[in-house]
């Protein structure tokens, strides 16, 4: 295919629009590697744009999707035009969105809940729900001024994991304050405990918050809910860590206070 008029061509490109993947429901994954790992996890692409000039080079992931009814080998021009890569993929996908979910959908209290307020950069987003999935967490909840779980950069950093972590959008701290049997643990890089002294085996949810105005924000609509702030230990002089680093450290932490006490 030579031209970018084709219907799925112009879908992948409007679906950079987060108004139209939540019209849609849908989503871009760019790559053998995630496409592959969606497949895995049971996900029918919509569509498959594969470069014509390196089908060799995928040629398992041309036999995996022969099911697929809308696939298509476009030229290296359209798929550089498609892709958001500075060095565009061998296969692009057109892939379905898992349905929304709430509260009555997922564990609750959880063992482990994120919670993330103001996280705006979706490589970040994408990047804790990779590190919520693989350190236990029942789930993730995006909340005000968070980046859209779905947004292609977001996938792409999740690696997979936005098809196996339970995912909720627009959820605010009066939401999780509707709710009770759990504590919220909320990362402060300048006022809190360290990690350690707090008991993560509770049910928890852990809010996580931008690097720039911190969790305190987010917090005034906690209510009576118990907050504990925790703050990771530093070396002298250093920056604040990046949000994903901070809660990667805490998500580790809970899962190992979580199996020494198994």
Do not use: C
């Amino acid at each position: 295919m030579t031209s970018t008029r084709n219907p799925y061509v112009k879908l992948a490109r409007a679906l950079e629009a987060k108004k139209v993947r939540r019209e849609r429901r849908l989503t871009v994954a760019e790559g053998e590697d995630l496409i592959a790992s969606a497949l895995d996890q049971g996900v029918t692409p919509t569509a498959l744009l594969f470069d014509e000039a390196r089908l060799d080079d995928v040629a398992d992931l041309v036999e995996r999707t022969a099911g697929v009814p809308e696939r298509y080998a476009v030229t290296p021009d359209v798929m550089g035009r498609v892709s958001s890569l500075a060095a565009h993929p061998r296969v692009l996908a057109i892939l379905p969105q898992p349905a929304p979910r709430g509260f009555s959908d997922v564990a609750f209290p959880p063992a482990l809940g994120i919670w993330l307020a103001g996280v705006a950069d979706p490589g970040n987003v994408g990047t804790l729900v990779r590190t919520a999935a693989a350190l236990g967490a029942d789930w993730l909840a995006t909340g005000p001024g968070s980046a859209d779980p779905f947004h292609p950069k977001a996938v792409r950093a999740a690696m997979g994991s936005t098809f196996t972590l339970a995912l909720l959008e627009g959820v605010t701290m009066r939401d999780l304050a509707t709710r009770t049997g759990f504590q919220v643990v909320a990362a402060d890089p300048h006022d809190g405990v360290p990690p350690w002294d707090v008991d993560l085996t509770r049910p928890t949810v852990l809010a996580l918050g931008a690097e720039r105005d911190g969790i305190a924000p987010a917090l005034a609509d906690a209510a009576d809910l118990p907050v504990v702030r925790v703050a990771i230990p530093q070396a002298p002089g250093s920056e604040s860590l990046n949000v994903s680093a901070a809660g990667a450290a805490l998500m580790s932490e809970a899962l190992r206070q979580r199996i020494s006490v198994a």
